[in-house]
């Protein structure tokens, strides 16, 4: 079946697919992404990231340090996070792990009702299933490394 595959010869179904990625420890996506978009080795310099911008909401800009990646297990950003910024009222929950690391500023993280207050130098790292929310409350915006596994959105 994968030599009919891999000639061109029969497109596999999602079932053949699921098998596949079961085998090779891939997800499905690593099957039927477009190899001209993603790649397996991915160099960024600052400038030339894929950004984002959360003005609205959360007063935060990513840049993508993982964003075409081929098949990522993780997705990490670099974000500032605008002096006020904050995730909102509500606390947000999700499958999967987060790795906070401030660079500059200071950002409040609650996750569960317990209150962390991160420095630069301070990390931290939870179970994103635990319902939380964050807020810059420093005097200036915050430099953070933001990784999340796996990928979810911020």
């Known amino acids: 079946m994968i030599s009919r595959i891999e000639r061109g010869l029969t497109i596999p ?3 053949i697919l699921m098998k596949l990625a079961g085998v090779f420890n891939k997800s499905i996506n690593y099957f039927v992404e477009e190899v001209t978009t993603t790649h397996e080795v991915v160099f960024t310099s600052p400038g030339h990231r894929d950004k984002t911008v959360y003005d609205d909401e959360h007063n935060m800009h990513t840049e993508s340090f993982t964003s075409g990646l081929r098949d990522p297990q993780f997705m990490s950003f670099f974000c500032t996070v605008q002096k006020g910024g904050t995730s909102g009222v509500q606390n947000m929950y999700h499958p999967g792990d987060e790795l906070i690391y401030v660079l500059e500023g200071q950002l409040r993280v609650n996750i569960a009702g317990e209150t962390q207050i991160l420095n630069p130098g301070d990390s931290l790292c ?16 915050a430099k953070v490394i933001w990784t999340l596994s796996p990928f979810t959105t911020i």
Do not use: A, T
């Open 13 to 15: 179904s999602v079932e």
């Open 126 to 141: 939870f179970k994103s299933h635990l319902p939380h929310r964050w807020d810059n409350v420093g005097e200036e915006d």
